[in-house]
């Protein structure tokens, strides 16, 4: 898979105009077992999660570890690791 096929989905994709202010998007990814079974048992010992705070939590932590710049990003990323 290249850098751009996520770009390129976006845009084939038609968006109706109610969703494109929407606050979410929806992702499907497929991960290795051994990751599925960490978060299974992450979210099992700590009831206060759940998959799709894990999932937004460790991409934030991505993508500003990695030099994204957005505010959002950073907040969620700075909110995350002192909420803890």
């Not at 978060?39 to 460790?58: E, R, T």
């Amino acid at each position: 898979m290249d850098r751009n096929h996520l770009e390129r989905c976006m845009d084939s994709q038609a968006v109706p105009s109610t969703e494109v202010d929407a606050p979410f998007v929806s992702l499907e990814a497929e991960i290795p077992e051994v990751l599925y079974r960490g978060l299974k048992d992450f979210i099992g010992s700590n009831p206060n999660w759940d998959q799709y705070q894990v999932m937004s939590s460790a991409l934030a932590q991505f993508l500003f570890q990695n030099g994204c710049s957005d505010r959002a990003v950073t907040e969620r990323y700075l909110d995350d690791l002192f909420s803890r």
